[in-house]
């Protein structure tokens, strides 16, 4: 997923007015808000795109290599 000009970056996020109102009201921390956006990031930015694992697929199967390569 690519950064669009309506997505917040995580310090956007927690500046951002309403999000804190939200999470006023929720009875949500911060300091948890914060852990739990950076926990989410990791593991977003940790995953293996569709062409990744196809890459990974195909090297790890030398049968699986394509004819014309």
């Given at each position: 997923?690519?950064?669009?000009?309506?997505?917040?970056?995580?310090?956007?996020?927690?500046?951002?007015p309403?999000?804190?109102?939200?999470?006023?009201?929720?009875?949500?921390?911060?300091d948890?808000?914060?852990?739990?956006?950076e926990?989410?990031?990791?593991?977003?930015?940790?995953?293996?795109?569709?062409?990744?694992?196809?890459?990974?697929?195909?090297?790890?199967?030398?049968?699986?290599t394509?004819?014309?390569?």
């Amino acid at each position: 997923m690519s950064k669009t000009r309506d997505d917040l970056t995580i310090s956007e996020a927690l500046r951002d007015p309403l999000i804190a109102m939200v999470m006023r009201a929720d009875g949500v921390k911060l300091d948890d808000f914060k852990r739990l956006l950076e926990t989410a990031a990791v593991k977003r930015e940790q995953r293996i795109s569709p062409v990744g694992k196809f890459i990974n697929a195909v090297t790890g199967n030398p049968g699986a290599t394509c004819s014309f390569c």
